[in-house]
């Protein structure tokens, strides 16, 4: 082995160790380490509401969430007008956890301010919203049933099996395929701060809903109410619990 070949591992291994450095003077400062730590419950913040957590002014809470994006730890999520930020991935929220255990630090629950009716289940202009709308789109997910798009970024789609589910459900999946539109898509729900399920599928299931007496559009607003009949067929998405 020459000296070149040596000196290779060595030069990775000091790499990985200034990493390993960076990463970690980055969770150290205490107003970084706050703004981590809130958005462990998956719930996407604004800078606004970070700065406030971190008790900093939003100049200041700007600089810092630079410093997470720049290591990796934070990612920017553009919602119309509004940008959010949330962990880049769950191996970041992996580590946040091990080393709040190590402090033995509790974490605050997320308090939405939405009032009940609207933050329950809702309208995004033809999909569902609120807690029913991220229920379905968590669902999904575990199921296995959805899966990232290969095609659109960012999109979904769904697998054989997710397909088939979704029919047996009365979803007009092939319908909502053939319009010109993303066919599904995760869409940021501003009262929970997860993803719901938003494109065409969304609006099919939508439609289906309301067609299945599962839920009720309001007369003078975007709430939709949850009938008894939905939590009777469907508990797994409209249980109280359910998301």
């Known amino acids: 082995m020459n000296a070149r070949t040596q000196a290779k591992p060595q030069q990775e291994e000091d790499d990985a160790d200034l990493r390993l450095a960076r990463l970690a003077a980055a969770i150290a400062e205490p107003a970084r380490a706050r703004m981590l730590c809130s958005l462990?419950?998956?719930?996407?913040r604004t800078a606004t509401e970070l700065a406030t957590l971190a008790e900093v002014a939003p100049s200041t809470a700007s600089a810092h969430l630079a410093k997470l994006r720049e290591q990796g730890l934070v990612e920017t999520l553009a919602q119309g007008k509004h940008r959010y930020f949330r962990l880049s991935s769950r191996?970041?929220?992996?580590?946040?956890e091990a080393l709040q255990v190590v402090a033995g630090t509790p974490r605050e629950r997320f308090r939405p301010s939405t009032p009940n009716r609207l933050r329950q289940a809702r309208?995004?202009?033809d999909h569902m919203a609120g807690a029913a709308g991220v229920a379905l789109h968590?669902?999904?997910?575990v199921q296995g049933w959805l899966k990232s798009s290969t095609t659109e970024d960012g999109g979904y789609d769904l697998t054989?099996?997710?397909a088939r589910a979704l029919e047996d459900w009365g979803v007009d999946v092939e319908g909502a395929r053939a319009r010109r539109r993303r066919f599904a898509c995760a869409c940021l729900d501003w009262s929970e701060r997860r993803p719901h399920l938003g494109g065409a599928l969304a609006a099919a299931w939508l439609d289906l809903a309301v067609r299945r007496?599962?839920?009720?559009?309001d007369l003078d607003s975007r709430a939709l109410a949850l009938t008894p009949k939905a939590r009777r067929e469907m508990p797994m998405l409209f249980a109280e619990d359910a998301a």
């Open 91 to 96: 191996e970041v929220a992996t580590a946040l």
């Open 123 to 125: 309208t995004c202009y």
């Open 40 to 44: 462990l419950d998956r719930h996407a």
């Open 138 to 141: 968590d669902h999904l997910r």
């Open 160 to 162: 054989a099996a997710g």
């Open 213 to 217: 007496g599962w839920v009720k559009p």
